[in-house]
């Protein structure tokens, strides 16, 4: 396993969830329940959604290198675009959490928390751009427990900010400022994918 391939996509991934709704379902979920069970949910969330993704990209890493060389360059770009031009949901995506858990009560059990944490982040997961980028990371290094350990690590840091302090970060650091940095790393990565497609 390659230390090197798990911080770049550790460095991938992490600012790229930062505005999604993975980070704002947290937060929204810690305040109605205890933080322990939310966390514990999400992360059960991740490890399934971490697991396809990684399966897939590494299938995908059989084909011949050159067009999954370009095709990764291609979904880099495509995700550094797209993580720039989101806007600040972060409102409306507070609002949607808040809907899918108004008939619950705050002193649900620890279990029922974390299921129901389960359940929205791995809706909200399913299909996501950092679920189809973690597929391109496996797709491009070949390696899969580096490719999934850097995923997973970002996203559960992620969720830990959110359970625990997202409010304040997004006080001090404006979503705009994590999206661009988001955005640079992605365009990094596309234009060095590109080239070694050119090279392949």
């Known amino acids: 396993m390659s230390i090197v391939v798990a911080l770049t996509v550790f460095a991938a991934i992490f ?27 999400a992360a059960g969330a991740f490890v399934v959604q971490t697991a396809v993704a990684v399966a897939a990209g590494g299938a995908v890493s059989l084909l011949p290198k050159q067009p999954v060389h370009a095709a990764t360059a291609a979904l880099f770009a495509v995700g550094g675009a797209a993580v ?13 959490v808040e809907e899918e858990i108004a008939d619950l009560g705050s002193n649900v059990s620890a279990w029922r928390a974390a299921a129901t944490t389960f359940a929205i982040l791995f809706i909200a997961e399913w299909g996501d751009l950092t679920q189809l980028l973690t597929a391109a990371f496996a797709a491009k290094y070949h390696d899969v427990f580096a490719v999934a350990a850097g995923a997973m ?29 988001a955005a640079a790393v992605f365009a990094a990565l596309a234009v060095v994918t590109a080239v070694e497609a050119a090279r392949a």
């Open 153 to 181: 690590a970002a996203l559960l840091c992620v969720s830990a900010i959110g359970v625990v302090g997202g409010r304040a970060l997004l006080r001090v650091v404006p979503v705009v400022w994590i999206q661009r940095l």
């Open 15 to 41: 600012p790229a969830e930062l505005p999604d709704k993975t980070f704002v379902a947290t937060l929204v979920l810690s305040t109605r329940f205890r933080p322990l069970p939310v966390w514990l949910g």
């Open 84 to 96: 720039l031009l989101s806007g600040d949901g972060t409102q409306q995506e507070e609002q949607e």
